[in-house]
Each structure stands twice: as structure tokens, then as C-alpha cells.
């Protein structure tokens, strides 16, 4: 990744992007791992909750999934109100909200009332990920965006890393230390987690290199050049502008459902690994809760490790090639996960499938950026992630309810395997002609 500091468009000095990642990126990466902590911690407490609530692995396949319901409904007019009023302001108001959602969580008594919890939690929290995505436009050009995606998606597996951890100290300690079931004490140590991380982000988060005070005039102006020059070179080169033009391009629905299939199997393993763990190794009780959760940090930490691997190696091949060889390598993952007979062949097999599907993200984000600029950015953006949260909804539904019906997991790990394969098909053909600009661009 240094490496890559180095090569520098323009007049923009490496220390300058060393400057900015070292500002900007940990800022927003421990926003967005707050946000996976938070999508996820259903996963978490899914055995102990579902016992105290009566629920059904249908149930809570349901109560997951229906966080992305009013996450799909406001993704664009939230990137839209993220240019406007600017992204401190508008990812502070996010962040408030959910955590607040979050911490009420904590007294839910019944399905319904989870069920509510969790469909105002995906209303409050929509637009976080596709606004972050479309500010780190202002700040990186298509030469420096690779390091930047793949330093910001790091971010998902460490919120996995540090998920379970948590998870687990608050289910062993937290009834002796707060008085009430360790998985309320988890909804309400994140949700107010969230919210202060949130006043951070008021505090210290410049919405353009123009207000950052930590970069001197001379950083800012060649900055704002090189971002306006590379604006003006994607337009002439047909790059998309406008809102209704990127909500009805092809290119841009057909690159939402790559990015579907890419995620599809995201949710399902987040939300249901702990318990597929416990299942195959045949765990019961409370020990089990927590063991499980422990290990189902293991595959995101391996997953760490091959983002940080192949972004050295990525910047080589085409964004297409880089995004497709971990998406089958994330598919064949899946594919040894039905046939495990053992713990450890499921968890190595789990292991291959979520550093595949993780590594592929960031390389993914490569191409939209290609040909798409200003409102079309924003609007683009946010279509492709809404689109790709429906899988956020079906996937863990779909994966609870097979679960439900033939008591195993066997079948929704092969469905998810045989939707990443789809995705590369079509990753190889409209990812091919976003590249057919990248290649204008950079003669």
C-alpha cells in the first residue's frame, strides 16, 4: 500500500495523501465499523435472545432482514441530502439516530416489537455506507482510490474482530454487571457507543479539502485542481452526470446486481455464523453462545489478512480481474462449507468464503467511480448499494427459513454459492464496459 502513497497524479505530494488517509480514513472507518457492529450484533445474541423472546431462526431471519427494508428506501435521497448539506453534518445526524434506535432496542419483549426495532434501525442508519463511499470521491482521485476503498472496507472484518469480543464479554459478565440479560446490555453499550462516535464525527469531519484546517493552502489548492481536472476528463469521456441518468443507465443497474451477489452471502454468514458453528459442532447453552461467537471472529481476521494481501498485488490486473478472482474464490468457500462434516472443515471453509467476498468489495468500488461524476455519483452510488442491500433482506430471511425447514444450513450455503457465480458473469460484462472508459482515461 505505500507503495501506491507514492504514485502521485498531478501535483499532489505523497505526504499530502499520506496526510489525508491518516485524517480522514480512521475517522470514517470506525463509523462504518460501528454500523457493522451494529447490523450484526443480531447475529451475536441471535441463540440467547431467541430463547428469552421464543423466536425461530424464521423469526430472526425476518428481524434482520428487515433492517435493509427502510435502508433500500432512503439510500438516494440520503446521498442527495449528504451533497447538500454536507457529509459532518449529515453522517453526525445518522449516527445519532441510530444509536438511540439501538439503545431502545434493548426493551424489546416479543417478535413484533424486535420486528419495529429493527425496521426503524435500517430507516435511521440508511445512507451511512454510500455516503462515505461518495465522500471519499472529494478526497481520492481513480489513481489513489484503490488504496483508499481497500484501507476503508478493512474496516468490515476488524468490526467482526472486535464484534465478537465484545459480544461475548457482555453475554458472560454484563448480568452481574448491569442487572439485565447480556444481550440487552449489548444494544445498549453500542447504541451509545454510536452516538459519541457521532459527535466526534461533528467535531472533527471536514466536508471538502477546502475546510480542512490541517492541510496548508498550497495541499488544498493542488488537491481541488487534480479532483476538478480528473471531473472534467470523465465527462468528455462520457462519464455520467446527472441524477436521472444514472437511475436509468444500464451500466449502473447492471453493476447494482454484481454488487448484489457479491454482498448476497455477507449477511447471512454475519448474522447466522455463530449459530452454524454451534449447530455443527453440536454446542449447547450459554457456554456454547459464547465460544461460538468467539470463533466466528476467525474467518475475519483471515479475511484482514487477504485484503491486505491482494491490495498489493490488485492495482496489476484490471478492476474487473481484481474483483472477480476473490469472488470465486468466495463462491468456492461456500461450496466446501456444504460438504464440512467437521467444525474445522466448516470454519476453514468459511474462512476462504468471507476473505473472498470482502476482498472483492473494495475492488469492486473501483469501477462505478470510473463513469459516473457529481450528482450522478451520488445518485449512482447510492442505487448500487441500495440495490445491493436487498440481499441484506433476502439473504438472511431466505437463509433462516430454509434453516427452519430442513434443519440445516446445507442448502442456503449452496443457493448463496450458485448467486456469486451469477455475479461474476455479469461482473465480466458490464464491469468490461465501465473499463473501456478507465482505459480512455488513463492514456
Known amino acids: 500500500m505505500s507503495s501506491t502513497l ?12 499520506r496526510k489525508i488517509g491518516t485524517r480522514i480514513i480512521p475517522l470514517i ?12 450484533n443480531l447475529g451475536y445474541v441471535a441463540a440467547p435472545m ?52 439501538t439503545g431502545a432496542t434493548a426493551a424489546v ?30 478526497w481520492f482521485p481513480r489513481r489513489q482510490r484503490q488504496w483508499a476503498l481497500t484501507a476503508f472496507f478493512l474496516m468490515i472484518p476488524v468490526s467482526s474482530i472486535v464484534g465478537s469480543p465484545l459480544a461475548a464479554a457482555l453475554l458472560t459478565w454484563s448480568q452481574s454487571l448491569f442487572g439485565i440479560a447480556g444481550w440487552r446490555s449489548l444494544f445498549l453499550v453500542e447504541g451509545g457507543l454510536t452516538v459519541v462516535i457521532g459527535i466526534l464525527i461533528f467535531v472533527f469531519l471536514p466536508d471538502r479539502p477546502g475546510e480542512a484546517r ?17 471531473a472534467a476528463e470523465q465527462r468528455g469521456h462520457g462519464a455520467l452526470t446527472g441524477i436521472r ?53 476467525i474467518p475475519y481476521v483471515v479475511a484482514a489478512l487477504a485484503m491486505l494481501v491482494w491490495s498489493r498485488f490488485a492495482g496489476r490486473w484490471t478492476a474487473v480481474v481484481a474483483t472477480g478472482v476473490p469472488m470465486a474464490v468466495g463462491a468456492a468457500g461456500l461450496l466446501l462449507a456444504t460438504f464440512a462434516a467437521s467444525g474445522l472443515v466448516f470454519i476453514l471453509a468459511v474462512c476462504l468464503s468471507v476473505a473472498g467476498i470482502y476482498t472483492a468489495m473494495p475492488q469492486f468500488w473501483r469501477i462505478p467511480a470510473i463513469g459516473l461524476t457529481g450528482t450522478a455519483a451520488a445518485s449512482g452510488i447510492a442505487l448500487i448499494n441500495s440495490v445491493s442491500n436487498l440481499s441484506g433482506f433476502v439473504g438472511p430471511y431466505f437463509t433462516g427459513a430454509i434453516r427452519t425447514a430442513t434443519g440445516s444450513f446445507t442448502y442456503a450455503l449452496l443457493a448463496i454459492a450458485v448467486i456469486m457465480v451469477a455475479g461474476i458473469v455479469v461482473l465480466l460484462t458490464a464491469g468490461r464496459r465501465m473499463e473501456r472508459l478507465d482505459g480512455k482515461l488513463g492514456s
Open 29 to 40: 472507518g470506525v463509523a462504518y465499523v460501528m454500523s457493522y457492529i451494529d447490523r450484526a
Open 6 to 17: 507514492g504514485t502521485t497524479p498531478g501535483t499532489v505530494p505523497g505526504r499530502t495523501w
Open 109 to 138: 419483549n416479543s417478535a413484533g416489537t424486535l420486528y419495529l426495532a429493527r425496521l426503524l434501525l435500517g430507516f435511521a442508519e440508511a445512507g451511512l455506507a454510500a455516503g462515505i463511499l461518495l465522500y471519499l470521491t472529494y
Open 50 to 101: 431467541s430463547r428469552d423472546l421464543h423466536l425461530d431462526s424464521g423469526q430472526v431471519g425476518l428481524a434482520a432482514g428487515l433492517f435493509f427494508a427502510g435502508y433500500i428506501i432512503i439510500e438516494v435521497p440520503s446521498n442527495l441530502a449528504l451533497r447538500r448539506f454536507g457529509a459532518r453534518k449529515w453522517i453526525t445526524r445518522i449516527m445519532l439516530t441510530w444509536g438511540l434506535v
Open 245 to 297: 441518468q444514472a437511475l436509468t443507465s444500464g451500466r449502473v443497474w447492471a453493476l447494482a446486481v454484481c454488487f448484489f451477489a457479491i454482498v448476497f452471502g455477507l449477511y447471512p454468514l454475519a448474522f447466522f455464523l455463530p449459530t452454524m458453528i454451534t449447530s455443527i459442532t453440536h454446542g449447547i447453552g450459554g457456554a456454547a453462545d459464547v465460544s461460538s461467537v468467539l470463533l466466528s471472529a
Open 214 to 230: 490541517w492541510l496548508g493552502d498550497e495541499e488544498k489548492a493542488a488537491l481541488e485542481r487534480t479532483l476538478a481536472a480528473e
